[in-house]
């Protein structure tokens, strides 16, 4: 029997208060607290699937649910950057509970200790990351892109499991605004599996976006893209110096010009039209500055849904680059490993088609005692090395204050620790 509760007057931290491993999902927003268990009905995998055929195998999934007795099905999940590569990990729950949204200051309690014996290693290495940016510079500079992203990762090996709860609370604690989350879903090959006969847990998916790739509510739907960033500062005066430059900047200005018309393009053909603000604003993180654009609209047909949407939109420039093709494939030679999850979607979608997907960034992958964190920087002609390198660093911090590691102490294996 699945069970769904919707008390909107349960405060948000007693969900996030609940949640242990066994859980297959949490996220919160500023809409929406969710916390889900067990499998009802899971979307089988498909390998190299489009996600417009994703979309149409979800409606049919959240109908054969409620078909068969659930009354208000829901889906959640995550599908990764490249569905070629990695399958998606959507499930609708036995059990979900649903509580009111975050309050200013909910989460602010003690922070968790995470863990004090660990290595770190670098993937790719510095040199190697920078390397792959000046590549990525003649391609741009010849005019085969006009932007790409490219990623790196700090490998963490604990010598205890990482305890994901506690990793989970202090990312609520310090993300006051913007999407945190965790999926639990082993895929369909791993349920078979007994548990005396693997050596390690399924994976969780854990982190604090900033970034809304798309909500739905009715006919109503908005985007919130985010390209162009820079560091905060400690020092309040240097802070807003970096913020105001960050909004006068060209090469950040053109980045997220980039981003937006890509955004707008794909969804203009659902809706007679668009509110697109003539200019970018600023949204602040824990760590980052980042330029946004808040887009909205109505759709011409009530029927499409959040997930459809969002399959529109992803991988928007902001993540993977234009055109998507070249800069996927270019992401595809230069990148030492595949990005699973990170820069994929996360969220939910019920059977009326509303919902909430975030871009999976500010994230990490927990399996037993190992950790794997992810930093992207788009790259546009006017970009440096060293300088999209920098830019990475301080996107990892998100999750190395969340662990408490100090960025100083954050070397790989091999490296003297400061």
Sequence with gaps: MVTTKQDTTVPAHQLLEQYTDQHCFFWSSPWHTLLAEGS?????????????SLSHRVTALLQQAYDSGQAQPVLVGAIPFDPELSP????????VQWAAPRTVGEWTGSVRSILSDYELQEVPAAELYKQGVEEALVHLRQGDL?????????????????????????????NT?????????????????DSNDRAEEYPVWIGASP???????????????????????????????RA?????????????????????????????????PNQPSLVQTETMWHLSTEISGVLDDPSITSLELAAALHPTPAICGTPTEAARD???????????????MVGWCNKDGDGEWAV???????????????AGAGIVAASTAEAELAETSAKLRTMLRAMRIDEASAQPAGRERE
Excluded at 362 to 367: H, P, Q, S, Y
């Design 88 to 95: 998606a990990r959507l499930v609708i729950p036995q059990q």
């Design 360 to 374: 999976t960034i500010r994230c990490a992958e927990v399996c037993g005692p190992r950790l794997r964190l992810y």
């Design 330 to 344: 270019l992401i595809r030679q230069v990148e030492p490993f595949d990005r699973g999850m990170f820069t994929g």
């Design 40 to 52: 009802y009905l899971c979307l089988p995998e498909v390998e190299q699937e489009e996600l417009s």
């Design 211 to 241: 970034e809304l790739l798309i909500r739905k509510e009715g006919r109503r739907f908005t985007a919130n893209p985010l390209a162009g960033s820079a560091a905060r500062s400690a020092d309040p005066q240097e802070d807003r110096r």
């Design 244 to 276: 105001e430059a960050l909004l006068v900047s060209a090469k950040d200005r053109h980045e997220h010009a980039v981003v937006i018309d890509a955004v707008v393009a794909a969804l203009r053909p659902y809706c007679g039209q668009l509110e697109v």
């Design 146 to 174: 006009e932007k790409v992203v490219l990623s790196r990762s700090l490998e963490l090996t604990s010598s205890a499991p990482i305890p994901v709860a506690a990793l989970l609370h202090n990312l609520a604690a310090a």
């Design 177 to 193: 605004h913007g999407y945190t989350f965790a999926v639990h879903i082993p895929l369909e090959h791993e349920r078979q599996l």
